[in-house]
């Protein structure tokens, strides 16, 4: 027996790593060419196939990529601090790696028979039965936020180190709606664990989005700026900081720092299917049990996979056509927005949970939808005029410019 879960998860290891390296090289690609579609623009689709005349599509530009940054010179620039300015990229690496041990990527496949007659079942996912998934989730994910820090501190440059301040503010900042936009999810469901998660909004028939579109709000805007993608990559503003946290890395290291964000992406990418989108549910087509033969177990796995790529596509919209947020507006979104959003979401889900747990699932949507409308509102009308980025018509002490006579000579 101990053989076999010894081979199981050296087949997950294999296939995880294996398919996420693969998924962020050709991710690249496709974000490259939807930057070309938005921006009216070719994308790549000249490099093909190695040694061959055969373009494809550009379908080798990754693998180009890939080779000049292991053939490109490992440069150390003297004035960083060795051991940390190496640490930091293997340590936001190996973080951004270790998120996806317990997401599930399917529910079970069906069991086989050992010779002494007990039926083996393999749980599409690196860890199963772990009761605190979602915490580990987190845990992995704020070990990124050292990763940032000490590659910001290690490089001893000043425009590193102000996006390496910036991002520990600005992952430290958004943890907190992130937490308690989770925090109503774990309640409804009763469970820490994704796949109970999942099966909790399968045998409703109601997904998470619709349940509690106010958490769906404040856990999508939390969880992109986690990711550290447009408009909120303040760490790495190239207008304002060059490079941000990495300007002094080149070659493996500063793949290991680009091939960590777009990670961050795709775990992001997940966990908002697993929590809000119902997973590898999907309504008279995937069944809402547990055991399922296998054509059942990878249509559910097909499926799941659709709706991250579908999620994926949508960061990557943003990316290209949002602009960047000042410091002081991401913050103010952080604690002054998302903060008592995330507040009045989690009262409003534990006084339904108490006292209405008995009532259809309808009545906590009900309930949601319209502390959403009535938050914007309020939000919309005590927000002060500085947070409007639109020119004031009236002339001001502060953010206007006061109008200098200029004499002809």
């Not at 053939?71 to 951004?96: G, I, N, S």
């Not at 900081?241 to 990495?246: A, I, Q, R, S, T």
Request: hydrophobic letters at 60%.
């Amino acid at each position: 027996m101990a053989w076999i879960v010894a081979i199981e998860v050296l087949v997950k290891i294999g296939l995880l790593l294996g398919g996420l390296m693969f998924a962020a090289a050709y991710l690249v690609l496709v974000e490259r060419w939807i930057a070309a579609w938005v921006q009216d623009r070719l994308g790549p689709n000249r490099v093909g196939i190695p040694l061959t005349r055969i373009r494809l599509f550009g379908l080798g530009q990754p693998i180009a990529d890939g080779v000049k940054f292991i053939c490109k010179e490992e440069f150390t620039p003297a004035h960083v601090d060795r051991v940390l300015y190496t640490l930091a990229p293997v340590m936001m690496l190996v973080a951004a790696l270790a998120a996806f041990a317990v997401i599930p990527f399917g529910s079970v496949l069906p069991g086989f028979t050992l010779p002494d007659g007990t039926v083996y079942q393999i749980q599409l996912v690196l860890l199963p039965g772990l009761d605190a998934g979602i915490l580990l989730f987190l845990a992995f994910g704020g070990i990124g936020v050292f990763g940032v820090a000490l590659g910001g501190w290690a490089s001893n440059n000043k425009y590193s180190f102000f996006g390496g301040v910036r991002s520990a503010a600005q992952l430290i900042s958004y943890e907190v709606p992130l937490g308690l936009s989770i925090l109503a999810i774990v309640l409804a469901a009763g469970s820490l664990r994704l796949d109970r998660i999942i099966l909790a909004q399968a045998d409703t028939g109601w997904w998470n989005a619709f349940v509690q579109p106010l958490g769906f709000l404040v856990f999508l805007v939390a969880v992109c700026a986690e990711a550290g993608r447009l408009p909120f990559d303040l760490a790495e503003a190239e207008q304002e900081l060059v490079g941000g946290y990495h300007t002094e890395y080149s070659g493996m290291r500063l793949m290991m720092f680009l091939v960590s964000e777009f990670l961050h992406m795709i775990a992001a990418s997940f966990l908002i299917v697993i929590l809000f989108l119902g997973g590898w549910h999907f309504w008279g087509l995937t069944g809402s049990g547990l055991e399922v033969g296998w054509g059942g177990a990878l249509l559910r796995v097909i499926v799941l996979v659709a709706k991250v790529f579908l999620v994926i596509l949508g960061f990557m919209l943003v990316r290209w056509s949002w602009p960047r947020f000042r410091f002081d507006q991401l913050m103010d979104l952080a604690w002054k927005v998302l903060l008592s959003w995330g507040l009045i979401h989690v009262l409003l889900v534990a006084a339904w949970m108490y006292w209405a747990n008995e009532w259809p699932v309808w009545t906590l949507a009900v309930a949601n939808w319209v502390s959403l409308v009535v938050v914007w509102i309020v939000t919309a009308l005590i927000s002060p005029p500085e947070c409007d980025n639109r020119p004031r018509r009236e002339l001001g002490p502060v953010g206007n410019v006061t109008p200098v006579a200029v004499s002809a000579a």
